[in-house]
T-cell receptor, first 113, second 111 residues
């Protein structure tokens, strides 16, 4: 099946620890995105990548890092510098540009204890 | 940069009635306006979109209208059904720029 897969679905971490969320797609999409979803705040863009080996900061990039070494993969690292990391994280992909449909993964819920 | 405001944050309607969700955007150059639906515990999915060269688009019980002068667009759902209960997000973008989402509206359909 074609789609976008995120893992893990649930993740717990202690304060001060870095954690990496996985995002893989087999849709052959050029563009990939990471969003953070908090109640009442919609979907806020963390990072996006329009092509392999290139990525740009979104609106709330502080405390996060990404890499795009392969077209299929766009992992997100939540670092200890992120002050409020507990949230629901959504990865998405598209054919590129701002007018293409976004295909979302099922999300990863991160809880910092 | 672009800013998208969405209202209301919650909406409750009787089954069979219509529901309207409204969004305003700040950048007059924005030209693409999609709507996403997120059912409880599921991923957001595109339900309808409109581009700035048209004023209205319909797909069965769902329609979107765009007023470029006023910089606002709306989602209309007619003959609402229980499966319409979800969180709806509007968004806006221009050209190849990234999408900016509204805050979301939680729609509840009461039987």
């Amino acid at each position: 099946d074609g789609g976008i897969t995120q893992s893990p679905k649930y993740l717990f971490r202690k304060e001060g620890q870095n954690v990496t969320l996985s995002c893989e797609q087999n849709l052959n999409h050029d563009a990939m995105y990471w969003y953070r979803q908090d109640p009442g705040q919609g979907l806020r863009l963390i990072y996006y990548s329009q092509i392999v080996n290139d990525f740009q900061k979104g609106d709330i990039a502080e405390g996060y890092s990404v890499s795009r070494e392969k077209k299929e993969s766009f992992p997100l690292t939540v670092t200890s510098a992120q002050k409020n990391p507990t949230a629901f994280y959504l990865c998405a992909s598209s054919t590129g540009g701002g007018t293409g449909e976004l295909f979302f993964g099922e999300g990863s819920r991160l809880t910092v204890l | 940069g672009e800013n998208v405001e969405q209202h209301p944050s919650t909406l409750s309607v009787q089954e069979g009635d219509s529901a309207v969700i409204k969004c305003t955007y700040s950048d007059s150059a924005s030209n693409y306006f999609p709507w996403y639906k997120q059912e409880l515990g599921k991923r957001p999915q595109l339900i309808i979109d409109i581009r700035s060269n048209v004023g209205e688009k319909k797909d069965q019980r769902i329609a979107v209208t765009l007023n470029k002068t006023a910089k606002h667009f709306s989602l209309h759902i007619t003959e609402t059904q229980p499966e319409d209960s979800a969180v709806y997000f509007c968004a806006a973008s221009k050209g190849a720029q990234k999408l900016v989402f509204g805050q979301g509206t939680r729609l509840t359909i009461n039987p």
